[in-house]
């Protein structure tokens, strides 16, 4: 169950392209007022069809919000995050323009506020090395679409406190989301650092001609993908012990770390070849759908696997509850 009094009163986005938009979705759909800047004209649009996006997935949970909280658009840095009890920051992925927007926000902030930012690996001792007040920046890491999974990545930085750990924690709980305090500051955090691996893997295995895109996907959703979706990577390896457990299973597959068989290492060169190479077998996978259905294909399929794990009270359905309290 949530804590609803650690919800916060007021939310600020600062940079609304998929991720930010998400992330005001999941919290006006928990009755918080969100308030949005960003430079593009479109943003407007983009954070609409998103949200539009979630509705239609947490109806289809079954989770009808008491109220919505209000959305406005806002043309400053200032202006948004002014009288937020937390800012998510969501510009791209370049350093030197996320700590000039920082600087930015903290220019403008409360001294209680929060500053998160949603970096998929930056550190944040690096994010947070110019600001004045660096014990209140923390990265609040999460994963597409920020409305429907749970996983928030939390880690602090050097100069990080652990009041804003602990807040964070909290705030992200009360939006009904599975927070894990990464407690080892690392380049990519946990999950993107697995990700990586699979993707440098299934990129070697376009280059070398061995799978297409569509083959590769074949099978993670056909096969370890769905053991994956509601037990993780050593639970299911425990599993596959038998009665010895992991100790049995390290014991029987642990030698073959050692063979040839992942490249992981390295990576292929990403050539116009390869690169026209993967366009050309995604567009043979899924160029029938637009991105729109997609998107909706995607939220579906993913409500109806909350839905299944909500029933069992096991994995990322347990936070389905959350958003029924």
């Not at 007021?10 to 308030?35: C, Q, T, Y």
């Not at 001609?209 to 769905?226: K, M, N």
């Not at 990576?267 to 077998?281: F, N, V, Y």
């Amino acid at each position: 169950m949530t804590d609803q009094s650690a919800l916060p009163e007021r939310v600020a986005i600062v940079g609304a392209g998929v991720i930010g938009a998400a992330w005001a979705a999941r919290w006006l759909l928990r009755g918080v007022d969100v308030a949005v800047t960003d430079p593009s004209a479109t943003a407007p649009k983009v954070v609409a069809h998103v949200v539009d996006n979630a509705r239609h997935a947490w109806t289809r949970m079954g989770i009808e919000p008491e109220r919505e909280g209000a959305l406005t658009f806002v043309d400053s840095i200032d202006a948004a995050v002014r009288d937020a009890d937390i800012v998510q920051e969501n510009v791209p992925e370049i350093l030197e323009l996320k700590k000039i927007i920082l600087g930015q926000i903290e220019d403008s902030v409360d001294a209680a506020t929060l500053i998160a930012s949603s970096t998929s690996g930056l550190k944040p001792s690096v994010l947070q090395a110019d600001l004045r007040h660096p014990e209140r920046l923390v990265v609040g890491h999460p994963f597409n679409p920020v409305y429907l999974l749970p996983m928030v990545e939390v880690v602090g930085g050097e100069s990080t406190s652990s009041e804003s750990i602990s807040r964070a924690m909290a705030l992200y709980d009360a939006a009904g989301m599975h927070p894990l305090h990464v407690r080892v500051e690392i380049d990519a955090f946990i999950a993107d650092r697995l990700l990586e691996a699979v993707w440098r893997e299934a990129l070697w295995l376009v280059s070398d001609g061995v799978a297409t895109t569509e083959e590769i996907d074949d099978v993670i959703r056909f096969g370890f993908g769905l053991r994956w979706s509601q037990m993780g990577l050593f639970e299911n390896y425990r599993i596959a012990g038998g009665e010895g457990g992991m100790a049995h299973f390290i014991s029987q597959f642990g030698p073959t770390l050692s063979w040839p068989w992942s490249k992981l290492t390295d990576t292929p060169e990403l050539t116009d070849a390869l690169t026209q190479r993967i366009g050309e077998q995604s567009d043979a996978q899924s160029g029938h759908h637009t991105i729109d259905e997609l998107e909706r294909i995607r939220d579906d399929n993913l409500v109806d696997i909350l839905l299944a794990l909500e029933a069992n009270q096991w994995g990322a359905g347990q936070t389905v509850s959350k958003l029924r309290s």
